[in-house]
């Protein structure tokens, strides 16, 4: 009798480790799809567990064999074989085909597992109605600077669905590749605009101000690169210093001199209307995907 106690006891210790072990850093983490966000989030993930932990498919098989070989991660060939064997699935395909991706992992989903979506605009109610009531889901937006680590993730789901390990394994998802957010669900097109779209418009301005210092006389490779330095240098001046950019700007404005003339010139000229306009554009396509 005593034996079996213990016998009983080492067994549920052993299924406790066993669980411990499948939560934590062993969990599987699968992708369906490899662009380019799949592959800067992989890369994030590689820093902090082993390539045998995650797996992925995508539509090109020789992209799939290819992103194996350099990264030593499992291409599984069929979506549905990625949702069966993973516990936190990742959907990193384009908007336009997630309708048929879940259809096609619907069939296998298990209440354990979780899901993460990347795409704008379709909400975890919509999801949630595709996966047949499946609840467990995760929004994210985050951005491509993610691939050099440089990232801004927003995150929303109902965390009281999520134990402290799964949400920790989400947490190391995208903390892998910059920094993570967590808002309301209802802020997630708010998100995308300040987020997921903002490089592009990031990008229009060094391009811009390069073309205008290329008028000037500079080389456009030279001008890229100050400009964007200015543009690296001026959002550390945001985050490390603090202070407001109103106030930073300010600091740059010396009383008659150059600067202020400029900022005189882009409020006739409307550029914050500009950039608010790009904002609404950008905010009304998000609501456009519901
Ligand atoms: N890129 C951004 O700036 C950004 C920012 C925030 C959020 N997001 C979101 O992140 C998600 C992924 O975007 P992305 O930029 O990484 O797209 P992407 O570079 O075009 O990659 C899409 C991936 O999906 C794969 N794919 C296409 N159809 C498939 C299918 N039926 N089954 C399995 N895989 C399939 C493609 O396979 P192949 O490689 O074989 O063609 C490719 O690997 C989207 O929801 C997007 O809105 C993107």
């Keep these: 009798m005593p034996s079996k106690v213990a016998g009983t006891k080492i067994e549920a210790y052993r299924r406790g480790v066993l669980l411990f072990l499948r939560q934590g850093e062993n969990m599987i983490t699968g992708f369906i799809g490899m662009g380019n966000m799949g592959f800067a989030l992989m890369k994030g993930l590689l820093k902090q567990k082993e390539p045998q932990t995650l797996l992925f498919s995508c539509k090109r098989r020789e992209h799939g064999h290819a992103v194996s070989e350099k990264t030593g991660v499992p291409f599984l060939e069929e979506n549905v074989e990625v949702a069966k064997r ?13 309708r048929e991706v879940l259809q096609e992992i619907v069939p296998v989903i298990r209440e354990n597992q ?10 975890i109610s919509d999801l949630s109605e595709q996966l047949k009531g499946f609840r467990r889901i995760v929004r994210a937006m985050p951005n491509t600077p993610a691939m050099i680590s440089e990232g801004a993730t927003g995150i929303a789901c109902d965390w009281q669905l999520f134990t402290a390990e799964e949400r920790e394994e989400v947490n190391r998802l995208f903390s892998g590749v910059g920094r993570v957010f967590q808002v309301e669900e ?12 903002s490089p592009a418009l990031v990008y229009e301005l060094i391009d811009t101000l390069a073309d205008a210092a290329l008028r000037y006389g500079m080389k456009k490779s030279d001008a890229l690169q100050m400009a964007a330095q200015a543009v690296l240098g001026s959002a550390r001046m945001v985050l490390e210093s603090g202070e407001h950019p109103a106030v930073l700007r300010d600091r740059v404005c010396s009383p008659g001199g150059t600067t202020i003339e400029e900022m005189a010139a882009l ?24």
């Excluded at 979780?114 to 909400?123: H, Q």
């Design 86 to 98: 993973a516990d936190l699935i990742l959907l990193a395909v384009k908007p336009i085909v997630y």
């Design 114 to 123: 979780m899901v993460v979506s990347l795409a704008p605009g379709i909400t």
């Design 186 to 197: 209802r802020l997630m097109n708010a998100v995308t605009v300040v987020s997921g779209s």
């Design 267 to 290: 409020a006739e000229s409307g550029f914050r209307a500009s950039v608010l306009k790009g904002a609404e554009a950008c905010y009304q396509a998000c609501k456009g995907k519901a």
